[in-house]
């Protein structure tokens, strides 16, 4: 029976997502509760990995059980296994065939700074820049960035790909008051992707760039071109759409 997961969780003492040996992981920690409720190791295939000290609001992840356990239950005993930093919000059944990275047709993620006073409890949840920056500007950038294109130069440049292209379909800022979010809308996002464009789009708001720029940046497929990768924090995966 294959289990499709809707869970949040506080990325701050974590590792990133994905397992890694000796690291404290997202993955391992309710692989970890799966195995003590299953008696069996269990495998979770999440939608995509989020880094250390980012955060998710609705991540999936699907698993199989030998076994048909009753969603609300099986909910309830994940949660009771694993620590406050992790919620599963729902579980569902799905087709024998579905797979939660491979159908996927759209990620949200958004991107949270402070452009005022430094605010000591919100350090590990909203990125604290604490500086102006030229909002405007930064908005004339998104026009460079929504379609497809290939975005190799910002991606992780150690990494070789046959298949550096995605699909931005739309990118927003609202401000309110002293916080910026940025939100990001596309059919999929390679490694540091977001990042990445954040970093640029604050060196473009402190006007140490301008938004034009981009084209060329991005029709150069060249990594050392674009900004500096902006901080974990800040930074939540929203959402993930299936066509289910």
Request: hydrophobic share 30%.
């Amino acid at each position: 029976m294959r289990y499709l997961m809707t869970f949040s969780y506080d990325g701050t003492n974590y590792n990133g997502y994905q397992k890694q040996p000796n690291k404290n992981t997202i993955q391992d920690e309710i692989e970890l509760a799966l195995e003590k409720i299953n008696n069996k190791k269990i495998t979770i295939h999440a939608s995509g990995r989020t880094d250390a000290k980012v955060h998710a609001l609705n991540q999936k992840a699907h698993f199989d059980l030998e076994k048909e356990i009753d969603e609300n239950k099986l909910k309830k005993a994940i949660n009771s296994l694993t620590s406050d930093s992790i919620y599963i919000k729902e579980i569902e059944k799905v087709k024998d065939d579905f797979h939660a990275r491979f159908d996927v047709v759209e990620k949200e993620y958004v991107y949270k700074i402070n452009i005022g006073e430094y605010i000591p409890t919100d350090r590990n949840y909203i990125y604290q820049y604490n500086k102006k920056l030229d909002i405007k500007e930064m908005k004339k950038s998104f026009k460079y960035l929504i379609g497809t294109h290939n975005f190799k130069s910002f991606t992780k440049t150690n990494i070789e790909k046959e298949d550096y292209i995605r699909t931005i379909y739309d990118i927003d800022l609202i401000e309110n008051e002293d916080i910026i979010v940025l939100t990001f809308k596309g059919n999929g996002f390679l490694r540091y992707m977001v990042r990445n464009i954040v970093g640029t789009l604050i060196e473009i708001g402190e006007n140490k760039r301008k938004s034009s720029e981009l084209k060329h940046i991005i029709e150069s497929e060249d990594r050392t071109l674009a900004g500096k990768t902006a901080s974990p924090v800040g930074l939540y995966l929203k959402d993930v759409k299936y066509k289910i």
